[in-house]
């Protein structure tokens, strides 16, 4: 297992999105194991581009949150954080409703950095964008 402090419980991760962009975009993790972290998202209006279509900054986001929370899961919170310093999405197809599922998975985690592979998918498991996440791991600036 990959995670500090254990598994989490989803209720835990969910209480993270409060007053998040994840709250505003209703997302909400929906799996947790030893090395990967999932959460939903709806495709609706407030997910959609000018076209009807999932808007891609949507995925990112979608992508990002779940990457970042795998990531904070691995360090110690006491005394590091995770931040963002790079994120890829390749937008594979369109979708126009009903919910996708993004699952982050480690390609490294190491004592500075972190790479994230990121798949999110429809309801069907077809591939909507895959996404690769890179994350410094930083000491927290409250700590000695």
Same mark, same amino acid.
């Given at each position: 297992?990959?995670?500090?402090? +254990? ?42 581009? =000018? ?5 891609? +900054? ?18 110690? =919170? ?15 197809? +369109? ?45 927290? =600036?409250?700590? =000695?």
């Amino acid at each position: 297992m990959i995670w500090y402090n +254990g598994i989490p419980e989803l209720k835990d991760l969910n209480k993270m999105s409060v007053n998040t962009l994840a709250e505003h975009l209703n997302m909400e993790f929906v799996a947790v194991g030893a090395d990967f972290v999932s959460a939903s998202m709806p495709v609706n209006n407030t997910t959609h581009q =000018p076209f009807g279509l999932l808007h891609g +900054g949507a995925s990112a986001a979608l992508a990002e949150t779940v990457g970042s929370v795998a990531g904070w899961l691995c360090i110690n =919170p006491e005394k590091q954080a995770c931040v963002g310093i790079e994120i890829n999405c390749n937008h594979i197809r +369109g979708k126009k409703t009903g919910w996708v599922t993004a699952t982050a998975r480690p390609f490294h985690v190491g004592a500075s950095t972190q790479v994230w592979e990121i798949k999110i998918v429809d309801e069907r498991e077809k591939l909507v964008c895959i996404s690769r996440l890179t994350m410094a791991v930083v000491k927290r =600036p409250d700590t =000695p």
